[in-house]
Structures are given as structure tokens and as C-alpha cells.
Nanobody, 126 residues
Framework: QVQLVESGGGLVQAGGSLRLSCAAN????????MGWFRQAPGKEREFVAG????????AYADSVKGRFTISRDNAKNTVSLQMNSLKPEDTAVYYC???????????????????WGQGTQVTVSS
């Protein structure tokens, strides 16, 4: 089992920045690929960003590319999502996810992740 706890959400004006963090415990963090997803009201949960076990490989949704940056610290068992130039359409609950990985790759599908956090609300006002 892997337990994931997100933090860092909040209310920000359009154009502002937020940094989300996800703390993991329970297993060897460096064995897990990590991802961030989000779900806006009335919409399906969607992929935002993913990072491989070593951190060498990252992937982003087109809607956030160039604005968001995913990173991880395997010594601290954390993964972060730096969100810049936020837009009202970024408003959603953001979820951290983990998947045991045997290769240094990223995953961008919900069904590929076995462990999920409870989510943290991000609200961007116009």
C-alpha cells in the first residue's frame, strides 16, 4: 500500500502561481511513477502531468504544457506540481497518483495508477 497526501491547493487570481505537493509513505517511493490528475465540476478526471521513477522523464497534457512543471524528490518521498500562469479553466480538484513501475517511464492514463490521494482544491478566479 502507498498512502498519498496532497497539499498546497487554494484560491489564486488568474495569472498567479501555486505549488502542489504530494507526500507518499508506505513503500519505496523511488519504485513508483507518479502523476497529477484533475477533475473539474461536471467533468471527467483528466491527466495533467506524469514523472518517471528517476525523474528523468516527464509528460504533460497539452493544456498545461509550458505552464506547469512536475518534479520529485525521492529522498523526501514527495512529488510536486508547480503551476504558473494559472487560468480559470485550471480550477479543479487535483489528485496525486502512484503506480509501481519497473521501467523509467511515465503513465498518463487513470487506469494505469493504483494509488490515489484525496485531492486538493485549486480555484483560479478571473
Amino acid at each position: 500500500q502507498v498512502q498519498l497526501v496532497e497539499s498546497g491547493g487554494g484560491l489564486v487570481q488568474a495569472g498567479g502561481s501555486l505549488r502542489l505537493s504530494c507526500a507518499a509513505n508506505g513503500r519505496t517511493f523511488s519504485n513508483y511513477a507518479m502523476g497529477w490528475f484533475r477533475q473539474a465540476p461536471g467533468k471527467e478526471r483528466e491527466f495533467v502531468a506524469g514523472i518517471s521513477t528517476s525523474g528523468s522523464n516527464t509528460a504533460y497534457a497539452d493544456s498545461v504544457k509550458g505552464r506547469f512543471t512536475i518534479s520529485r524528490d525521492n529522498a523526501k518521498n514527495t512529488v510536486s506540481l508547480q503551476m504558473n500562469s494559472l487560468k480559470p479553466e485550471d480550477t479543479a480538484v487535483y489528485y496525486c497518483a502512484a503506480q509501481r513501475a519497473y521501467y523509467d517511464v511515465t503513465y498518463n492514463r487513470m487506469r494505469e495508477y493504483d494509488y490515489w490521494g484525496q485531492g486538493t482544491q485549486v480555484t483560479v478566479s478571473s
